[in-house]
Structure formats: C-alpha cells, structure tokens
C-alpha cells in the first residue's frame, strides 16, 4: 500500500528554522514528483514547493521562494523541505503529495485535475511571534 509520512513540524520562533520530511512507503522515491503543500488557517491549500521525478526540477511560490529549499535523497528514500527565516504567516498544516506529472510552477500554483496521487498525513507547523 503506497502511503506518505511527513515529519519534522512543530513550534519554533519567528525568524527560526525547520526542516520537513516526507517518506514514502511502497515505491522509490525518484519515480515521482513529490510537492509540498500547506493549509494555513482559514485559507485554501497552497502549493508550496515540488522536485521533479524526470528532470530534478524544483518550484517554489513567491511567499517562500529565497526562504524555502526542497530536496530529494535517494539513498534515504525522503523528500526534504528546508524551511528558514519563518514567520508567523508560514503557520499551518504542511502536506507532502505525489504525482505522476511534472515539476512546473504553474502546476504548483494551479494543479489540474488529478494532479496529486497520494496525501499524507500532514504535520503541523507553529509559528510564533
């Protein structure tokens, strides 16, 4: 059974740093895009981050880009989500989804139909002030 587990979340200061993980369970983590994605209270998901599966290709939104790195190791079988300089507004669920298609920023962004295969769990990040 193909599953995702985050980890990593937790409270830190502003201006602190965290770093999320994502394993999968099932498959090698190279054969998938794998995409960051967080709720921050009363917003819609956001697309944060992605690594692409063909070509290591990365993207970011422009509230985290300078700020956030994603990485892929393989030897680990992890994705990893550097997240420095955090805010207050960075507050939220964070979740790690897969996907079969590419790495683009306008799919992070906008995903069409279908985009994410699996969702873990999520993990929660705390901000504070």
């Known amino acids: 059974q193909v599953q995702l587990v985050e980890s990593g979340g937790g409270l830190v200061q502003s201006g602190g740093s965290l770093r999320l993980s994502c394993a999968p369970s099932?498959?090698?983590?190279?054969?998938?895009?794998f995409v960051w994605v967080r709720q921050r209270p009363g917003k819609e998901r956001e697309g944060v981050s992605c690594?692409?599966?063909?070509?290591?290709?990365?993207a970011y939104s422009n509230a985290v880009k300078g700020r956030f790195t994603i990485s892929r190791d393989d030897a680990e079988n992890m994705v990893h989500l550097q997240m420095n300089d955090l805010t207050p507004e960075d507050t939220g669920v964070y979740y790690c989804?897969?996907?079969?298609?590419?790495?683009?920023?306008?799919?992070?962004?906008?995903?069409?139909?279908?985009?994410?295969?699996?969702w873990g769990q999520g993990t929660l990040v705390n901000v504070s002030s």
């Open positions: 099932g498959f090698p983590v190279h054969h998938y895009t």
């Open positions: 989804a897969n996907s079969r298609a590419r790495c683009w920023y306008s799919y992070l962004i906008y995903p069409p139909d279908k985009y994410f295969e699996t």
């Open positions: 690594f692409g599966h063909s070509d290591d290709s990365t």
